[in-house]
């Protein structure tokens, strides 16, 4: 499994409703939460996660076949200083 994300993970956003693209790819049949992500039939997924100065972080939980792995992408969220 892969995902990035745009902006980049660590990226410096500014405060707001904030709106990140995720995209990747998993073995077809795998089960992804976290974020709302559409699967394709073969594995390719895209999506959006929301950020605030509270949540700078994705947490996508890949499962499949009775094992999980959770992978994080972290951003820094400026502040009003």
């Known amino acids: 499994m892969i995902f990035s ?3 980049p ?6 405060p707001g409703p904030i709106a ?5 790819a ?8 976290g974020a709302n ?4 039939p073969t594995g390719r997924f895209r999506g959006l996660a929301f950020l605030s100065g509270k949540k700078d972080r994705i947490e996508l ?6 094992k999980e792995k959770k992978l994080v ?3 820094r969220i400026r502040t009003g200083e």
């Not at 992500?37 to 394709?40: A, H, K, L, T």
């Open 61 to 66: 939980t890949f499962k499949k076949g009775g």
């Open 37 to 40: 992500v559409q699967i394709e």
């Open 73 to 75: 992408r972290r951003f």
């Open 26 to 33: 998993v073995l077809p049949g795998t089960e992804i939460t």
């Open 5 to 7: 994300t745009r902006p």
């Open 20 to 24: 990140v693209e995720i995209h990747g």
């Open 9 to 14: 993970a660590w990226s410096e956003l500014v």
